[in-house]
């Protein structure tokens, strides 16, 4: 069998694949690889060993894969630790600082900007976020107190005021309405011309008699009749 010739196909497809021909040594080693394929003894021996083969890098692979995964979760469990104590630390400088200050005025950013100074960026965003917020909450609680003690004073103020507005309004038509009549029976009076008297008013105006004529006697006697 090692004496057996090598198969044309199997030398063509070798000298294509290499574009050129087979030396001495390549034809041999092709030779016996050729016999090994062709062996009855073992079939399955190249099988196996692919299958032997595969085994061996499915498992290196997977405990390469193991290993980098427990590394990553080491470093993810150090940094999520060590994140853990720098945010502990700065709620603990924040909350140090808060406690520290008297007014709302003391949180504004340039107020707080020197104790600030070792701080992270994120901190003293977060910083300035509570000081915002605390002084919303003072004005709303301000503006809750107002609207709950002087609310209803303010509303009967607004009240009376616009009363007192709506009747400076109406008291200028008011006058004007009531002088209305009056204007108009006076131009009337003015515009018409007098009327002519009526002959019973004439008869009651006739002159009286003067006071130095002497009055008729309407009881004088009448004269004697004559003796002829």
Avoid: W
Avoid at 146 to 171: N, T
């Amino acid at each position: 069998m090692a004496d057996a010739p090598l198969n044309p196909a199997l030398r063509q497809v070798a000298e294509q694949y290499l574009g050129r021909s087979l030396q001495p040594q390549e034809t041999q080693t092709l030779a016996l690889f050729q016999q090994k394929a062709q062996s009855p003894s073992s079939p399955t021996a190249p099988i196996q060993q692919a299958r032997q083969q595969t085994q061996h890098a499915i498992s290196h692979g997977h405990h390469h894969a193991n290993a980098n995964m427990r590394d990553l979760l080491s470093s993810i469990q150090a940094s999520s630790s060590q994140a853990l104590q720098v945010q502990e630390a700065e709620e603990q400088a924040i909350l140090k600082l808060l406690e520290g200050t008297q007014s709302l005025a003391e949180l504004r950013p340039s107020s707080l900007q020197p104790a600030m100074g070792n701080l992270q960026p994120g901190s003293q965003l977060a910083l300035s976020q509570i000081a915002e917020h605390l002084s919303n909450l003072a004005r709303q609680e301000v503006e809750q107190c107002f609207q709950q003690y002087f609310g209803p004073l303010s509303a009967q103020l607004q009240e009376v005021v616009m009363k007192l507005q709506a009747m400076d309004a109406a008291q200028p038509a008011i006058t004007q309405n009531a002088a209305a009549p009056a204007m108009d029976a006076q131009m009337m009076a003015t515009a018409s011309p007098p009327a002519a008297p009526s002959p019973q008013n004439m008869a009651d105006v006739s002159p009286a008699p003067a006071a130095n004529e002497p009055a008729a006697d309407v009881h004088t006697p009448p004269a004697p009749p004559s003796m002829q």
